[in-house]
């Protein structure tokens, strides 16, 4: 098992950017891929990025170009830079790490992008 924190959510314009952080503790060689989702109020959770042990990324439509996730394996932290914010970009953010035997979700952050 893994545990997951996340940091970096606020309130940001239109246009703006914003990187999230996800801060990953315990058996963290046995984590297969990780990834971000997001929930807006009224809607299901959604995958936003993900990166495989490998490295490998793939992308939702929405964000291609715009969001680029990454991971620092020094500091146990995988990161989604978001650049090019949208209102529809609002939504509580969370960090999923996925092993053979687990899948593990941090508490979320928030992130608001005003018009």
């Known amino acids: 098992q893994v545990q997951l924190v996340e940091s970096g959510g606020g309130l940001v314009q239109a246009g703006g950017s914003l990187r999230l952080s996800c801060a990953v503790s315990?058996?963290?060689?046995?984590?297969?891929?990780m990834g971000w989702y997001r929930q807006a109020p009224g809607k299901q959770r959604e995958l936003v990025a993900a990166?495989?042990?490998?490295?490998?990324?793939n992308y939702a439509d929405s964000v291609k170009g715009r969001f680029t996730i990454s991971r620092d394996t020094a500091r146990n932290t995988v990161y989604l830079q978001m650049n090019s914010l949208k209102p529809e970009d609002t939504a509580v953010y969370y960090c999923?790490?996925?092993?053979?035997?687990?899948?593990?979700w941090g508490q979320g952050t928030q992130v608001t992008v005003s018009s």
């Open positions: 990166i495989s042990s490998g490295s490998d990324t």
């Open positions: 315990g058996s963290i060689a046995s984590i297969n891929a």
């Open positions: 999923n790490a996925l092993g053979s035997r687990y899948d593990s």
